[in-house]
């Protein structure tokens, strides 16, 4: 059951500039932080605050691969549709070009 109180929530999470865009990049491709570290040019402790407040929400899951954690978008969470439909909203990824393009060249860790 929706409730006023839980759109508060999802507003409030969909409402910081960092976030929508991680949220972008991970409804395309499963990530670890290092990565949005270096897409985002932020410190780690400062992408780890965001990727918390996402999973703590439910809106990612994490999955634990050796000493790395890969997060992806949740196609569970209960408003899912409503975030599908905010990031399709969104413009095309900074300056820094696609997201998507620059994670693919840094490559994976082994």
Not at 45 to 54: D, E, G, Q, Y
């Given at each position: 059951?929706?409730t006023?109180s839980?759109?508060?929530?999802?507003?409030?999470?969909?409402?910081?500039?960092?976030?929508?865009e991680m949220l972008?990049?991970?409804?395309?491709?499963e990530?670890c932080?290092c990565?949005?570290?270096?897409y985002?040019?932020i410190s780690?402790?400062?992408?780890?605050?965001?990727?918390?407040k996402?999973r703590?929400h439910g809106?990612?899951?994490e999955k634990k691969?050796?000493?790395w954690?890969?997060?992806?978008?949740n196609?569970?969470?209960?408003?899912?549709?409503?975030?599908?439909q905010?990031i399709?909203?969104?413009p095309?990824?900074s300056?820094?070009?696609?997201?998507?393009?620059?994670l693919e060249?840094?490559g994976r860790?082994?």
């Amino acid at each position: 059951m929706n409730t006023y109180s839980e759109m508060e929530q999802v507003c409030k999470l969909l409402a910081d500039q960092t976030r929508l865009e991680m949220l972008t990049i991970l409804a395309h491709q499963e990530v670890c932080i290092c990565e949005l570290v270096d897409y985002f040019d932020i410190s780690q402790p400062a992408i780890s605050k965001h990727i918390k407040k996402l999973r703590d929400h439910g809106l990612l899951i994490e999955k634990k691969q050796a000493q790395w954690k890969y997060y992806k978008l949740n196609q569970e969470y209960p408003y899912f549709h409503l975030i599908e439909q905010v990031i399709a909203l969104c413009p095309p990824s900074s300056a820094k070009g696609s997201a998507c393009s620059a994670l693919e060249k840094r490559g994976r860790h082994q």
